[in-house]
């Protein structure tokens, strides 16, 4: 099977801006979530979705949010950026059947906020 | 609060054993995950613990104790390849929320 994918792998924005980043899960796999990875404060958790719907959230601010379509890709968005968005972003996707499973992850996508 | 602990970097020899501890006070517990993550590449699953007791997978091995908020990884036949941040997880507060200790950066030499 392939794995979880992540577009774009790379990203430069200034603040102000937004940005949009995708994730593609296994296949069959109907929860994806998101993650925010950054040297200071290591990997904390954005939010989930299984069928469309969210069904966890992280201690984020609304500037973070996020959807999941019909065929299970998730899409991230972050609006209005800040310098401490700078970050690599990961997604994990899992079969979401059960309240704690595997997680497996995408490359992730480097933002780096000027 | 949430607080995943673990030591902050550990270094060992080829094919010696090492163990990296990871203790949790979380509100919540369903579940202890270790990860590998190479430098600049994404985290990859080693173990899961959800019962106390000692989990064997090949070189890894991964234990819990539940009652002490204590887990660890154990290397074994240390390679250099093994060179990783090794991160701790706990899956806590709803469904796929995992909550991530800071990691143990491991460096084995030759």
């Known amino acids: 099977k392939a794995g979880v994918t992540q577009t774009p792998r790379y990203l430069i924005k200034t603040r102000g801006q937004q940005v949009t980043l995708s994730c593609s899960p296994i296949?069959?796999?109907?929860?994806v979530s998101w993650y925010q990875q950054t040297p200071g404060q290591g990997l904390q958790f954005l939010f989930e979705?299984?069928?469309?719907?969210?069904?966890n959230k992280g201690n984020f601010p609304g500037r973070f949010s996020g959807r999941q379509f019909s065929n299970s890709r998730s899409e991230m968005n972050v609006s209005t950026l800040e310098l401490g968005d700078s970050a690599l972003y990961l997604c994990?996707?899992?079969?979401?059947?059960?309240?704690?499973?595997?997680?497996?992850f995408g490359p992730g996508t480097r933002l780096l906020v000027l | 609060g949430q607080n995943i602990d673990q030591p902050t970097e550990m270094t060992a020899t080829e094919g010696a054993i090492v163990q990296i501890n990871c203790t949790y006070q979380?509100?919540?517990?369903?579940?202890l995950f270790w990860y590998q993550q190479h430098a600049g590449e994404a985290p990859t699953f080693l173990s899961y613990?959800?019962?106390?007791g000692l989990e064997e997978k090949g070189r890894f091995s991964s234990f819990l104790s539940r009652s002490k908020g204590y887990s660890y990884l154990l290397l074994k036949e240390l390679q250099m390849k093994d060179s990783a941040s090794y991160l701790c997880?706990?899956?806590?507060?709803?469904?796929?929320?995992?909550?991530f200790g800071a990691g143990t950066r491991l460096a084995v030499h030759p």
């Open positions: 979380t509100s919540g517990f369903n579940g």
């Open positions: 613990n959800v019962l106390d």
């Open positions: 979705y299984f069928s469309e719907t969210q069904r």
């Open positions: 997880a706990v899956s806590s507060g709803g469904y796929n929320k995992l909550i």
């Open positions: 296949s069959g796999h109907r929860s």
């Open positions: 994990a996707s899992s079969s979401g059947t059960r309240g704690s499973e595997t997680q497996y």
